[in-house]
């Protein structure tokens, strides 16, 4: 590892958080002009944009003979997103959650890191696999714009009639930027994250689920962060759940469609990682079964898991000494107790909604 390559990393960073507020402010306008509702913006557009540098960091490193990096920046990326970025936007404000991602979209990000698994188990994301993703984006994306459509308040706030007025070549400018800045950070992100790589003498696959992961994350950090100081606590929870669908479908389909040979997955990505993905998708569901709310104890939580994680990954690809006893830690202590909190959670809440009369998923 040399200094180039940090500096490549950095510069690489910078441009793809600048780039991704570019696209998301354009992309986040012209869907306001759509007369979509805040939800669908942010499980649609806003999660589609802020997830652009994940495509361009995969879709570069697939093309350029780094599988591994391009598999463990979108795993990486999915944990980051629900367990560190979501985490930290419920400490900066509770987050509620709205009826439609319990009964639609969690349910659609559980299924979608589940089916990845199934079509890696073989080692390979292959194009058919990729083709079968990507339809299953289209479907989705139609399904949550005629809900959205549905949903949409009929007379839009101050602020909305604001950006509505906005010149829309301003937008589209915005969006062409954006998306500019983040193919030349994501050029630099990988050839310094290749380099680091090889200088510290570990795989691609652990750079891809831990700096570049986070790195590529930054614009969904920001954009819920500050949708969560704004109380706009649908769009910092729909950006994240339409970020981990955008993700897997449309960043692991499209790389699977244009690689000749499907996208390699590494077996340590297929015993750990992406069983961690779902699971981390998983967990989110009583959590936001629980009032409908994610409070800032379980944002707590999430952050303390994501430390966790980064820390066994880190751990493992330097064969540390303490590794076993913080593998026996996590495995029979700590990972058991919050699956038992969890659970007591979820039967609670579904006891104390019979008692008063109330649905499990309310309207």
Known sequence: MNIVDVLLVVGGLVVLVGGGELLVR??????VRLGLSPLVIGLTV???ATSAPELAVTIDATLGGEPDLAVGNVVGSNIAN???????????LPLTVKAQLVRLDLPILVGVSALLLALAT??????GDGALLLA????YTALALVLGRRQADPSPADT?????ERALWMQLAAVAVGVALLVVGARLLVDGAVGIATGLGVSSLVIGLTVVALGTSMPELATSLVAARRGERDLAVGNIVG?????ICVVLGLAGVISADGVPVAPAAVALDIPLMIAAAVALLPVAFTGLAIARWEGVLFMAFYVAYTAYVLLAATEHDALEGFTAVMLWFTLPLAALTLIV?????????RGSGHPIVPR
Not at 26 to 31: D, E, K, M, Y
Not at 82 to 92: E, K, Q, T, Y
Not at 345 to 353: D, P, V, W
């Open 160 to 164: 909305d009639q604001q950006r509505i």
């Open 136 to 139: 299953i984006i289209v479907g």
């Open 46 to 48: 806003v999660a589609f």
């Open 122 to 127: 073989d080692g390979t994301v292959t194009a």
């Open 243 to 247: 970020s981990g669908i955008f993700n």
């Open 82 to 92: 629900v367990l560190f970025i979501l985490g930290a936007s419920a400490i900066v």
């Open 345 to 353: 959670l979820a039967s609670f809440e579904a006891g104390r909604r």
């Open 26 to 31: 354009g992309a986040s306008g012209l869907a």
